[in-house]
């Protein structure tokens, strides 16, 4: 038993998972060094498990449009109105890697309208908190704003959707209950 149970729901043991599954598991965990959690509490429903990351990878592994960094930018700040501590954490922690910024995290998720942020990236996390807030407020007149503000259709679809996406994922994680990883608190802090 862990000293801090990572989920309120059942946790398998990597041995009893579908190969698939283990092995997209142990990738993550020779790349990061260790397991995100997130990996470990949706494990134990496989089907999920598949179509979560699926829509995930294609989100957030996307190079065209968006950086990888206002990708994260709009976890970050979303996942905070939602109150969700472990996407919030986590996530912060890769923002912070992929913008090469130890501020912006902890901006974005304690106040995101006065975290140091280009006009370009304003107006990403704008959208992105207008649809956690008010997505029924989206109309023709916002998207053409974004449009104007150089964003192309593709790039807006991404906010909606990253901000969509997240937000399932956020209750996914408060329904159980999941506990941030000890790593991701100290990841990319700076010396």
């Known amino acids: 038993m ?3 149970p990572i989920s309120r729901f059942p946790v ?5 998972l579908p190969d698939d599954i283990r092995e997209m598991i142990e990738t993550v965990q020779e790349k990061s060094g260790f397991i995100p959690n997130v990996f470990l509490a949706l494990a134990h429903r496989p089907a999920e498990f598949r179509a979560f990351f699926a829509g995930h990878d294609a989100l957030m592994d996307n190079s065209e449009g968006l950086s990888k960094a206002e990708r994260e ?5 979303t996942s905070a109105v939602n109150d969700c ?8 922690a890769i923002l912070r890697i992929r913008a090469k910024n130890p501020l912006i995290a902890d901006q974005l998720a304690t ?3 006065k975290a140091d942020l280009s006009e370009r990236q304003r107006h990403i996390v704008d959208f992105a908190l ?3 807030d008010d997505s029924g407020s989206v109309t023709d007149e916002r998207i053409e704003a974004m449009r104007d503000a150089g964003f192309t259709d593709d790039e807006i679809w991404d906010i909606g959707a990253i901000t969509a996406f997240f937000a399932m994922s956020n209750r996914l994680a408060n329904l159980s209950s999941m506990r941030p990883n ?8 700076g010396a």
């Open 130 to 132: 207008l649809m956690v």
């Open 2 to 4: 862990r000293e801090h």
């Open 73 to 77: 930018m709009i976890v970050v700040a």
């Open 182 to 189: 000890d790593e991701f608190y100290a990841m990319a802090r």
């Open 85 to 92: 501590l472990y996407c919030v954490i986590a996530h912060g």
């Open 111 to 113: 106040n995101p309208f």
């Open 12 to 16: 398998p043991e990597l041995s009893d």
